[in-house]
């Protein structure tokens, strides 16, 4: 995604106009109040008398020959998106919630002179109005109820943005409302995220995995390395963190008898923001007792493809930019050492020493990362090297040791663990690990990160020992994944994460 673009500070003509209509329009408000308190609910009434929905109405009725007539009387509400008032005959296009529309005609033969002329005087674009009337097809084959009864539902006082420009960025992130009204695009966002999200419960379901909650609210964070939001509890006058991932207590799940457990929910973390990051972020966790690290990517490879088919029916999606991508078949698997190595020339280990992972980062340009281990600097150099190479989705295999606590040694690669990162579209998607259930190893893992600490790396894992006493119960093999759920959205529509986040964090 481009640089996020500047909020464009509307003319002062622009002001100047909406502020009029807003005083006319409040003005429309106050004679419906008056006029209209008792028989007609005023200007916001509590509830009308619908009998059917736009959408219902246009698959029942939407192949009638233009100036058919069905007899069938209806009374629907919607939004007026567009307006024409002329002599004996006005029309308007009711819009649903979903995006259908429907035209009424309000005409003098059918209503009166009276109700006629009120709604020219108090309709505006953007009310909600309640029509009543026989359902027809116009002259020119337009699904229309011809209007014997009106009400307004709700009273918009402030106007519609122009429908036939395309609101910028900022407005569609900012004013998220007004880009549901006006905007396909936003509208399928929102049920496609819905139906991801069912998708991955459905294929959790066949797995037999129970899903739970988990605290938002921790006396410790843990889970990830990651810094997080600090925040204070009056009833327990302690310090509380916004958790940053539901790991140690999905685990915890796990040594209690919940063998397939997941959960999806927020995750907050205190970090920057850009095209594939946000502050909060909607999470999938799921574990699985008695698999490992490839039996997870198989399960986290199914529940993708089977999302990509419930939202587009296909795992050939198309993005929003038009490009064609493949989630289908098996994805590749690659191992992290192996691929750079041969994408940088040279032999690179888990026992390559640190001043020459320091050479060859200066050698090609890529930055240190701050409080730099051996691991971090091969991470770094993997995503110079290798991740703009990757088009096709790869799950990038066995990391290094000391990026990753929670995770369990290689059973046969000394100095490498055994997690993987999935990557797709050009960004990490999901992660997955044969979890470390050895208590006394993970104790060492937490002292170690707790050194990280203490030199000033906020991202570090603090010890946790409510953690590591239940895992001294017993905790089985274990293979875990987490993936972002925007993110997930992201893969198969193509979009930024600001879309695919129905109200994202803005300044």
């Known amino acids: 995604m481009s640089a996020e673009p500047e909020a464009r500070e509307p003319d002062t003509t622009e002001v100047e106009d909406v502020s009029e209509q807003k005083a006319v329009r409040l003005a429309k408000r106050a004679r419906l109040i008056a006029e209209r308190a008792d028989a007609a609910g005023g200007a916001y009434p509590v509830s009308v008398p619908v009998t059917a929905t736009i959408p219902a109405l246009r698959a029942r009725y939407g192949d009638l020959e233009a100036g058919a007539e069905t007899g069938d009387v209806v009374a629907v509400a919607g939004r007026i998106v567009f307006s024409r008032n002329t002599g004996k005959l006005c029309f308007a296009t009711l819009q649903a919630g979903d995006g259908s529309r429907i035209q009424a005609m309000v005409s003098l033969a059918a209503v009166g002179e009276q109700s006629l002329q009120d709604w020219k005087e108090l309709v505006d674009l953007g009310d909600h109005v309640f029509v009543e009337g026989e359902v027809i097809s116009s002259r020119r084959g337009e699904l229309s109820i011809m209007v014997t009864r009106w009400q307004i539902a709700a009273k918009a006082i402030l106007p519609l943005p122009n429908l036939h420009n395309e609101l910028n960025e900022e407005t569609r992130v900012r004013s998220r409302y007004l880009d549901l009204i006006v905007r396909d695009r936003a509208r399928d966002t929102v049920r496609a995220r819905a139906t991801v999200n069912a998708s991955l419960r459905r294929t959790f379901e066949t797995r037999d995995f129970i899903e739970v909650e988990t605290p938002m609210l ?24 916004m958790r940053i991932a539901p790991e140690l207590y999905l685990k915890r799940a796990v040594v209690g008898g919940i063998d397939r457990v997941f959960e999806i929910n927020r995750n907050f973390r ?7 990051h946000s502050p ?3 999470m999938l966790e799921a574990y699985q007792a008695y698999t490992d690290y490839r039996g997870i990517a198989d399960l986290t490879q199914e529940l993708i493809q089977n999302a990509a088919i419930a939202v587009t029916g296909s795992t050939t999606v198309t993005w929003a930019d038009g490009t064609v991508y493949e989630l289908g078949g098996e994805w590749a698997r690659l191992s992290m050492y192996d691929s750079l190595s041969e994408a940088a020339g040279r032999a ?22 701050p409080h730099a281990t051996p691991g971090k600097l091969v991470e770094e150099l993997w995503e110079h090297f290798v991740k703009p190479g990757l088009d096709r989705p790869t799950f990038v295999l066995d990391f290094p040791v000391d990026t990753s606590p929670l995770v369990r040694e290689h059973r046969s690669i000394p100095g490498v663990v ?3 990162d999935l990557y797709v579209r050009g960004f990490e998607l999901a992660t997955g690990y044969s979890e470390l259930v050895d208590p006394v190893i993970q104790r060492e893992r937490f002292i170690e990160q707790a050194a990280l600490a203490a030199r000033g790396d906020a991202e570090a894992m603090r010890l946790d020992e409510e953690f590591l006493r239940a895992l001294e119960h017993g905790m089985p093999p274990t293979g875990g994944m987490g993936m972002g759920i925007d993110r997930l959205l992201m893969a198969i529509t193509g979009l930024g994460i600001r879309e695919t986040i129905l109200f994202p964090l803005v300044k």
């Open 418 to 420: 055994e997690k993987w």
């Open 280 to 282: 909060e972020f909607a």
């Open 348 to 369: 690179i280990t888990p026992e390559t020493p640190i001043a020459e992972l320091r050479a060859l980062a200066a050698e090609a340009g890529v930055e240190e990362p």
């Open 218 to 241: 921790q006396v410790q964070p843990g889970g990830a390395t990651a810094r997080p939001f600090v925040t204070h509890s009056n009833a327990f006058d302690t310090e509380l963190y």
């Open 270 to 276: 205190n970090e920057g923001a850009d095209s594939t």
